[in-house]
Each structure stands twice: as C-alpha cells, then as structure tokens.
Antibody, heavy 123, light 110 residues
Framework: EVQLVESGGDLVQPGRSLRLSCVASGFTFDEYALHWVRQAPGKGLEWVSGISGNGNSIGYADSVKGRFSISKDNAKNSLYLQMNSLRPEDTALYYC????????????????WGQGTMVTVSS | QSALTQPASVSGSPGQSITISCTGSSSDVGKYNLVSWYQQHPGKAPKLVISEVTKRPPGVSDRFSGSKSGNTASLTISGLQAEDEANYYCCAYAGSTTLMFGGGTKLTVL
C-alpha cells in the first residue's frame, strides 16, 4: 500500500524549533517529488515547501523562506521539515504529500497525502 | 506571492452544473498549464480531482472537468450530487520554485 506517515508535531513556544518527519512506503521513494502542505485550523491549504525526487530542486513559500528547511533521506524513505523561529501563524496541520508526476515537483498534483501532524505555536 | 482568487462559496441543486473559478496572473495561471484542483471534505485530507488544467486522475468521476482561459482556470462539476458538497481548492505553479493555492471555495448542494 502506498502510504505517507507524518510525525513530530507538538506544542512549542514562539521562537523555538521543531522537526517534522514523513516516512513513505509502497513506492520508489527517490522517483517522486514530495511536498509539505499546511492547513491552519478552519482555514485553507497553503503550500509550504517541495523537493524533487533526486533532491536537486527545492522550493519554499515566502512565508517560511529562511526559517524552514526541507530535506530527504532516500536510504530511510524519509522526508523532513526543519522549522526554526516558529511563529504563532505557523500553527497548522502539516501534511506530507506526493506528486504523481514523478521527479518534477512543480505540477502541484498530489495524489497521496498523509494524515497530517499538528503543530501548535503558542506561549 | 499573491494567493490565487476563488469565490468564497458557490451552490447548486442536484443534477445541475456549477463552475468554480481560480484567477491568477500572467505569471502563473496565464503562463503555465500547471493548475490542479482539490476536493476536501471536513476532517479529511484533500483529494486531487484535476491536474494540468484538464487531466483527471484515475478513479475521478468524469463529472469533473477543468479548463483555462487567460489568467483564469475553472473547475466544472456536472450532474451535481450530494457527495460533491465540499471545499475546493486550486493550485498553480507560479514560476521559479514556487507553488500556491487559492483561498478555497465552499460548494453547497441545495
């Protein structure tokens, strides 16, 4: 079964750091671009960051650029999101997603979604 | 980065057709045929219904169709059914290394 499972969400204070993880199974990990998409409570979807299958191309939303860093470990079938200098507006459910178009990451065509991991930034 | 503009809500009766618009600019929607649409029911993860403006993923009903004219992409749902009631989001490539979603549209089936 093709699956993405996120972990690492927590309640943290503003200014602190957190690292999210996403473990993939059921497909060839390095052949697909992967992304993080978040959704604040009661709000819409927001693209956060994406990385190509081979890791050579990375992108970030302006709202997180310079604070968040995406990476992947093909040996562990894992995707990560390092989040630094967290702000209350980063509070959201963070989804790990797979782009069905393969290595290219700019299609925004996510066919597989994880269940999400909740990040709450509050003092 | 400006979010793509969608109507906050649309509604229709069972059997009717509705269209949801997604307006961007000449730098994103107007420049690339890289617009996708998602359906999201409350408490669930989004589901891809259209990619690359017009392509339906396997398993998606042919009642869902996509199109684009200029800087505006559209999602049309024909033969509206009760289970179509959900939130719908567009997503587009904005050039360089950036993607963005629209603000979302709540579809109500009357």
């Amino acid at each position: 079964e093709v699956q993405l499972v996120e972990s690492g969400g927590d309640l943290v204070q503003p200014g602190r750091s957190l690292r999210l993880s996403c473990v993939a199974s059921g497909f060839t990990f390095d052949e697909y671009a992967l992304h993080w998409v978040r959704q604040a409570p009661g709000k819409g979807l927001e693209w956060v960051s994406g990385i190509s299958g081979n890791g050579n191309s990375i992108g970030y939303a302006d709202s997180v650029k310079g604070r968040f860093s995406i990476s992947k470990d093909n040996a562990k079938n894992s995707l990560y999101l390092q989040m630094n200098s967290l702000r209350p507006e980063d509070t959201a459910l963070y989804y790990c997603t797979r782009d069905l178009k393969g290595n290219s990451w700019y299609f925004c065509a996510y066919d597989i979604w994880g269940q999400g991991t909740m990040v709450t930034v509050s003092s | 980065q400006s979010a793509l503009t969608q109507p906050a809500s649309v509604s229709g009766s069972p059997g009717q057709s509705i269209t949801i618009s997604c307006t961007g600019s000449s730098s994103d929607v107007g420049k690339y045929n890289l617009v996708s649409w998602y359906q999201q029911h409350p408490g669930k993860a989004p589901k891809l219904v259209i990619s690359e403006v017009t392509k339906r993923p396997p398993g998606v009903s042919d009642r869902f169709s996509g199109s684009k004219s200029g800087n505006t992409a559209s999602l049309t749902i024909s033969g509206l059914q009760a289970e179509d009631e959900a939130n719908y989001y567009c997503c587009a490539y904005a050039g360089s290394t950036t993607l963005m979603f629209g603000g979302g549209t709540k579809l109500t089936v009357l």
